[in-house]
């Protein structure tokens, strides 16, 4: 049985040194009888009130000056619902005392927790509003194994540690506390006495919303209701479906003029998910808008990973943003960033003290590129808490997929190290084994509790099977960008057309291994920053050349076989390189009709046109979909190759990268018949010169390229074109 604590222990509660409040604080059995012990601080008196009859059952005495009292109950033995009616500065207040409640988490949910296997933490670990014996509050809970206190601390508590110092569960490091009459709305976070009795005010690793920077706070906010994967979004995302991807950066996508502010999330809905669908794209991606403490790190070192940034607005406003691009039409992809996180103090570098989400050794722990954490992917409880953020998007936002960033940089010990610079792993290999598992287990995880949602890797080098099922071996993404086609492609386009021909390789190398992996065709925000200039700025030649060959490229990327990806402001040809503090340069869209028109309008009809026909996506990643018919014109720098659909249908695509119009130019087909232009990106609407096949072209029985049939066209100088056959 408790008895009444000593003057030493009274003044470790005081300190915010006593680890284990429950066993001191709220309701005892004792041998004096049922005690009642609370910490109050600046309270001059305090009556104990038996919840059922409203009756003052006993006044506590304050036993120490600085607010803890305590009493006896008369003539009870068994315990019972009370609350305290406290009395600060002459004002009563009746509070129910947070210590009277029992532990939160449930043995089952505890197991799985500890064993890192938890579906959805979320639910359980975080700040979440509950009922319990009929008293409205806040549980709130928090992984910190190696703390020697934690306290939770916010607008309920005046941000005083000593008020409500938490419940430790030993056997899975869990502190716990039901704070009543904690609310939605209110401010928090928790106060950590770390193993070396250094204090530390962390945010909630699990917050759902937090302040904007530079504040800190974690918000306590309900758990945002699951939203349907609709049976139109599941289809959206299919291999054989079209997938045209529209990447964002939604702080500067479109700024006010007159202050260069951010659109708000409701701004953003009206005037951004419009006009993508407009252009015809299919997806969204939307750079990290995971809460972040640096703005130019575009998201990219988050800490609040389970809270959208307030920069644009509050979480539901962006849940409504999410909900308006559904009711558009569009999916939405969100960036995702698992591989790393910045080291700021109220976050999760040595939360507990320890190297607790993060490793202990800088050669595992420490990214030398970013200098930024790397988490820790062999301990379950971290590997736990990134696979259920990943769930988390998808099922309580609607986000249709996720783009993992930097996976090389997971999977790779000796990424972008020195020999002597990373740690081998258990067989002396490079490979980072608990890496790859949390990859495997993830996707493997959103493939059974998310159906119809896709991940898509950013993996830089060839390691096998990235798209293959983890059953086989793979890593179980449903996507891999594939930035070796991006580097060959802007390596050829960059060229004078003179010199092409020595290079014709870049543009077919691609098709070598195009069904190693489902690819999407990235041109994201990484190739228009840092120097590298804006895609049309490497375009050669005077203005016509560089648009003539950025109209051509497009007309080419969106005919390759595998998905799309286009960052923003490629498609109506921004001609400087990105900037994350300004707009992009819409008034290059102001006034007369110019190039930039023409592009924008050409990136339109891609989409449209692409999305039309089977043929140019049906079959992308199956060898029965592709076919080259000119492959080797090193000379002429001409490819021409068909796109085919299930039902044998094809779509010709002919690309001429000189400036020279190829006329009468014969190659042969698979299929006799009148082909029609359905794309010219010469064309007069786009800007070209307008050299065009007219009307419907016949092929003729004359052998060519090892077939009995042929076209003769017109190929217009630097430009692809796109035809159809016509159907008797």
Sequence with gaps: ???????????????????????LLGMHQTTQGLEVRALLPEASEVWV???????????????????FFSGVIPRRKNMFRYQLAVNWHGQQNLIDDAYRFGPLLEE??????AEGTHLRPYEKLGAHGAVIDDVSGTRFSVWAPNAQRVSVVGDFNYWDGRRHPMRFRAEMGIWELFVPGAFNGQLYKFEIVDNSGKLRIKADPFAFEAQMRPQTASMICGLPNKVEMRAERKAANAFDAPISIYEVHLGSWRRHTDNNFWLSYKELAEQLIPYVKEMGFTHLELMPINE?????????QPLGMYAPTRRFGTRDEFRHFIAAAHDAGLNVLLDWVPGHFPSDDFGLAKFDGTELYEHSDPREGFHQDWNTLIYNFGRREVSNFLSGNALYWLERFGIDG?????????????????????????????????ALTFLRYTNRTLGRAAPGTISVAEESTDFPGVTKPPEGGGLGFWFKWNLGWMHDTLDYMKLDPIHRRHHHNLMTFGMLYNYTENFVLPLSHDEVVHGKRSILDRMPGDAWQKFANLRAYYGWMWAFPGKKLLFMGGEFAQGKEWNHDVSLDWHLLEGADNWHHGVQRLVRDLNHTYRHYPAMHQLDFDPQGFDWLVVDDHDNSVFVFARRDRDGNEIIVASNFTPVPREHYRFGVNQAGGWREIVNTDQHDYHGSNTHNSGVVQTEAIPSHGREQSLSLTLPPLATIWLVREVE
């Design 292 to 300: 972040h403490p640096f703005d130019g790190s575009w998201g990219y």
């Design 108 to 113: 089952m949910d505890a197991w799985l927790l």
């Design 402 to 434: 996720l783009r993992v960033d930097a996976v090389a940089s997971m999977i790779y010990r000796d990424y972008s190290r020195a020999e002597g610079e990373w740690v081998p792993n258990y067989y002396g290999g490079r490979e980072n084994l608990e």
């Design 1 to 23: 049985m408790s008895e009444l604590p000593d003057r030493q222990t009274i003044n470790a509660l005081f300190a915010g040194n006593y680890a284990d409040p429950f066993s």
């Design 49 to 67: 009130i038996e919840t059922k009859t409203g009756r003052k059952c006993a006044q506590l005495k304050c036993l120490d000056s600085r607010g």
